[in-house]
């Protein structure tokens, strides 16, 4: 398409050029003959009136006129030519944004397609080589206790997954919070108290820097978003974690932070983490569990309670969640 519109702004351009020099001629010709018959009896040589009067043909209003019109032609060609070079250049970027968006959605997708299969069959798998040993075997009170507690626990992740499927839907489509006084303190310090008896290595500290009164807020909502805030730590964090929520007040806006020491985040990756099933590597190659629903499912709801919420770097390594809701306005 370039070579073609190239070779075609040449031979429009050398035919406007052709064209202004035709009739040059032509005028510059017609005023020659003029010249030349009401001077034909002053004794002047043909050579000089011929050179006078090319001299005032280029003086002339009709040659003035005549450049200033294919001038025009010129710069309407160019113009043209910067305009198709734009326009073409934009459609080429919006294709190559459209194909890169359609190829990172499929990546996606089958980076999801990938976790989930492998997030459902490792738990079930579990659970039932728990009941063939119970089944197949004779165990001690003990034994049989421990088996017992492991199958709970994969019960448990399998629950969590499978809400989390039907959430992030939810979300999607017909999600309405359902608003109740909610005393955000003491919801993370719960939630905190249960990740303690999970992950026993972790250290878990809550800090409240001013008075948080309680807030109209979803409560099952505000739990999943401080719930996968505070494991997405956990998982992201594999050496001495460890973990700090912040609760603030600074007038209507109640801020809640959850830093972490963990690997961090790129800023490409955190253009993108909110994204429905974006997790960051390959998932063939990734070592942490996951679907890349969580913080789809916590930006969502955030966004319901008409909160905000953002990503920063933690000092000296790590990162920084941060929740912004407002303390008396209603979500709508």
């Known amino acids: 398409m370039l070579l073609a519109f190239a070779w075609w702004s040449i031979l429009l351009w050398t035919n406007n050029r052709d064209a202004f020099n035709a009739k040059v001629e032509l005028q510059r010709m017609a005023m020659v003959a003029e010249q030349m018959a009401q001077h034909q009896d002053s004794g002047r040589s043909e050579q000089r009136i011929i050179e006078e009067a090319v001299r005032e043909y280029y003086k002339s209003e009709a040659y003035l006129s005549l450049s200033k019109y294919y001038k025009r032609r010129e710069y309407m060609i160019v113009g043209e030519g910067v305009v198709f070079v734009i326009s073409m250049a934009i459609g080429v970027w919006l294709i190559n944004r459209g194909y890169n968006k359609e190829v990172t959605a499929a990546q996606q997708r089958r980076n999801f397609l990938l976790s989930i299969t492998h997030e459902l069959k490792s738990p079930l798998a579990s659970i039932r080589l728990i009941l063939e040993t119970f089944r197949k075997r004779k165990l001690t009170e003990e034994q049989a206790d421990k088996l017992t507690r492991n199958g709970l626990t994969e019960t448990e992740r399998l629950t969590t997954l499978v809400n989390d499927l039907l959430l992030s839907a939810k979300l999607e489509t017909v ?158």
């Open 175 to 332: 999600y309405e919070p359902h608003l109740e006084s909610t005393d955000l303190g003491k919801l993370v310090r719960d939630i905190m108290q249960k990740l303690r008896d999970k992950y026993p290595k972790v250290a878990f500290s809550l800090r409240e820097d001013n008075h948080i009164p309680a807030i109209e807020a979803d409560r099952l909502g505000l739990t999943s978003v401080i719930l996968n805030l505070l494991e997405n730590a956990v998982k992201y964090t594999p050496d001495s974690p460890k973990i700090e929520v912040v609760l603030d007040r600074v007038e209507d806006i109640v801020s809640l932070a959850v830093a972490d020491n963990g690997i961090g985040i790129s800023d490409k990756d955190k253009r993108q983490i909110f994204e429905k099933f974006y997790r960051v590597g390959n998932e063939d190659t990734r070592r942490t569990k996951g679907t890349g629903l969580g913080l789809f499912i916590v930006k969502e709801i955030v966004k319901s309670h008409e909160g905000q919420i953002s990503v920063l770097d933690n000092q000296p390594k790590g990162t920084i969640f941060r929740i912004q809701l407002p303390s008396s306005k209603k979500a709508g």
